[in-house]
């Protein structure tokens, strides 16, 4: 792997993506510990530990033979996932997809078309957009092809890339949404992942602030769905035409914005005078600095207007926002900080966050309008905004707010033939059972009925469909509703 | 990229995703032509295209200026995904939706649990199971770590690790899948791709047939509900204890079993004496090549019960499943082919591989038994199966049939202000239809009704609910169903 020359910081790459910051390490629900600091401890699961798991022992096993083994040596492998990943059983599972289908859902609600792109971009695609400064956390390597790849750290920039590639064949505004996976490489120092999984909606071809409106419309729809409420979260708020308007007033080039506005979006994680440090270092004056810094203490839209005055966009865009979330239902949600900033160099105007109340999570989401993203690759500019919501932090806020839903297996049936001649009878009386919709855990050993029960209550089975042979012989098998005890004979072409 | 040692056939690893070796490389439904070799012809659409897009012309644009560009400058970038890797743009996401919908639904009837895990895995992982040959076409690499990591060719190995990983946490039987994109990488004679999304369902700790049989059963299933019947595709079935019995007689050693079922495989791809000279090298006699190949060319489970004698586990488990298959009734989508190895080197039992009928299609979807496979990881065996089915080869065949759905978007409600200061009203009338579940196409900018009813149109919206001054004034908005040009008025509290 060679060298790489680049020396950025993660955040110039992935505000989106900084929930990532936070030290969650476990999976979404399998964890040994609450404690966010604990959940690095690795499940090392010994090998032995799996050499004592539950041996089979149904009718069959005495037809086993111990056949060749595959290779003649053996190795002991690594049972945990590579650093910093996760695995999802099923329990993991069932949660990701409880989120995932909230996140799909609301898009629909919202009238946005699904999409998706490579996990795997040309790594151009991302040192290209922010300047000069950005590979620190890359996910990067060299194929054999010795093209240049990356594991991409975000969506957006793909999104980009099939809007410029579709052209012409596209009818604007786009509404488009994606659950995708990014990755970023870091150090694994304090636990922190790998891997997330990011849901985006993108509105590409609306210039006016009723698209960022619709935008924080959405997540508010979402936040509701799974319980959170506006005394749990609230977004923060401001406009990059701040920033914008100072730096006007101080004649920096405007090429200078982006690496400016990434330098801003650390005030809160280095020490000021680093801040200042690095505004003096791309050529800010001290004047131009303490301005700047002033303006982005303003706490309130009065404030602000009496510093910039009231004939700017930054400030038009603000009011047209906090006016519209009025009629949205969702004011008490917003508020404007002139901090909020983001990390993503490509943002042009409105910036949004989403944040714990209790100030103990990183951001839960962040996003904003970048105007000007289509002509860094090249293309023509359409105005775009769009939002990143991760998988890690709202699911610490949930835990935190005991509002992780109870999710469990759940099958209709558990069928069970009485002995094995019958095996292929369970088998038909599964299928027409599926055939109506039902799904069937169908016990493919010989087993006491002792272990059928246990089996149906680890599964959840609402009923037992016994398969006897003398029922059989008449036309009919035997249910058990699980819940009840109820217990009737059913002819097989009854059962649905 | 250091030099990879390795030298073996892609078939050792991935006989579960030999279907890449298809020709096919376009993406699911955005195509340019219906030959699959001029699939590969990109949509190179010059940047110039996407610069005469629509522009977009709200009330707003005027607002609009000139902001800071992100760089100072500007590098046109390759529109195209990396090559072998696909975009799924809303037309293919809903046909890749439609099709892994149909995988989830069928592994829910069947009582299967959803699992998943990281797309990119330790290198070690895949390269250990079948010994010394395996990293021809492995998508692998060095991580800054210098760790030796690889995005998955398949699933099965990742699986076996989570459960040794659970080890005695979990209850046998596991019935779990999982539907997750796979990598290989190849040079790109051919315009195969390099990734592709794979459907897994495995039978963890039950020894028997029946666990075999009723995944073809589930394999079953799946093919009726997307509309494809026993006279399109078939299973060949066979068992690898075949090749064991004979290898047996021989007495070549269990540790070479892997290699040579891994060479077998070969035998339709590449010339009989080229196998020959393969066995040859690994130590068998000519003797037992003649032999092994006869028994291969075997067409009829009579004539092979001729040829090895009834007292075997490869015949018995062979009839067992035909007999089994009478019952869940697939049988005639069953037929016994000596010659079906399948090119990965764990499995021990039966093997099994779905196909079309015409020929013309390589193998849809393959799996069998790997009851040996745990012990490679050092773990102790547990008995399993399962099988592999991709998403490339049954969108051909679907294709081919006529058979692919027709997907659009659909949704419940445009609606539109009259005019711009009533945007936020609308907002409120479209959150009122969200609350009761409607999905709605909100129009965010100020849009002659002409282009209102285009959109409507495109985005094949059921109603048009428009928000006016007077109406508002008298708390109703004006609805017309579109399809049938009826018009009413009602209450914003009875929208729904």
């Known amino acids: 792997m060679p060298a790489t020359p680049f020396s950025c910081s993660f955040l110039v790459l992935q505000p989106r993506f900084n929930h990532y910051i936070n030290p969650i390490f476990r999976s979404l629900t399998y964890q040994l510990s609450s404690s966010p600091f604990q959940s690095n401890v690795r499940l090392h699961c010994a090998l032995s530990q799996a050499a004592e798991a539950e041996s089979p022992t149904g009718g069959r096993s005495g037809a086993l033979s111990p056949g060749p083994t595959v290779t003649g040596e053996v190795q002991k492998i690594d049972v945990n996932p590579p650093k910093g990943t996760r695995d999802f059983p099923p329990e993991d599972m069932r949660l990701r997809n409880w989120l995932f289908n909230n996140f799909k859902e609301v898009s629909r609600l919202y009238g946005f078309e699904e999409i998706d792109f490579p996990v795997l971009e040309s790594e151009a695609l991302f040192t290209r957009k922010a300047g000069e400064e950005i590979k620190d956390q890359l996910y990067c390597f060299e194929d054999r092809g010795n093209r240049r790849v990356a594991l991409r750290p975000e969506l957006t920039p793909s999104l980009a890339r099939l809007v410029i590639q579709k052209g012409k064949s596209i009818s604007l505004p786009l509404k488009w949404f994606t659950v995708g996976q990014c990755w970023r490489y870091e150090r694994m120092t304090r636990g922190r992942r790998r891997e997330h999984y990011q849901w985006n909606m993108d509105i590409i071809g609306v210039p006016g602030v009723m698209a960022e409106a619709e935008l924080i419309s959405s997540i508010v729809t979402l936040f509701k769905r799974i319980g959170i409420t506006e005394s749990d979260v609230g977004f923060k708020v401001s406009s ?176 069970c033939a009485l002995d094995e001649e019958l095996q292929g009878y369970a088998a038909m009386a599964a299928n027409i059972l599926r055939e109506k919709g039902q799904s069937v855990d169908l016990v493919l050993e010989s087993k006491p009925l002792k272990w059928v029960f246990k089996r149906a209550a680890r599964t959840n089975a609402e009923r037992l469909v016994l398969v006897g042979n003398s029922e059989w012989q008449r036309g009919v098998v035997g249910v058990k509703v699980l819940s009840t005890g109820e217990q009737y004979e059913v002819k097989l072409d009854d059962l649905k």
Chains 1, 2 share one sequence.
């Open 240 to 415: 990059r035409k701040v920033l914008q308007e100072v730096l006007k007033c101080y004649s920096i080039p405007d090429n200078m914005f982006g690496k400016v506005c990434v330098i801003i979006d650390k005030i809160e994680k280095i020490p000021v005078d680093e801040i200042k440090k690095e505004l003096n270092a791309v050529g800010l004056s001290q004047e131009a600095i303490e301005e700047l810094l002033l303006v982005l203490s303003v706490k309130s839209l009065t404030e602000l207007e009496e510093r910039l005055g009231g004939s700017g966009e930054a400030i038009a865009d603000l009011k047209q926002l906090f006016s519209l979330a009025e009629k949205f239902g969702y004011s008490k949600w917003l508020q404007f900080d002139a901090s909020v900033v983001r990390g993503l160099a490509y943002y042009t105007g409105i910036v949004f966050e989403g944040f714990d109340r209790e100030g103990k999570l990183r951001a839960i989401c962040g996003g904003g309008r970048y105007d000007h993203l289509f002509s860094t690759f090249g293309a023509d500019d359409i105005p775009a905004c769009g939002f990143g919501f991760g998988d890690a932090v709202i699911v610490e806020l949930l835990r935190e707010k005991g509002l992780l839903p109870e999710l469990s297996l759940q099958v209709d049936n558990i069928v």
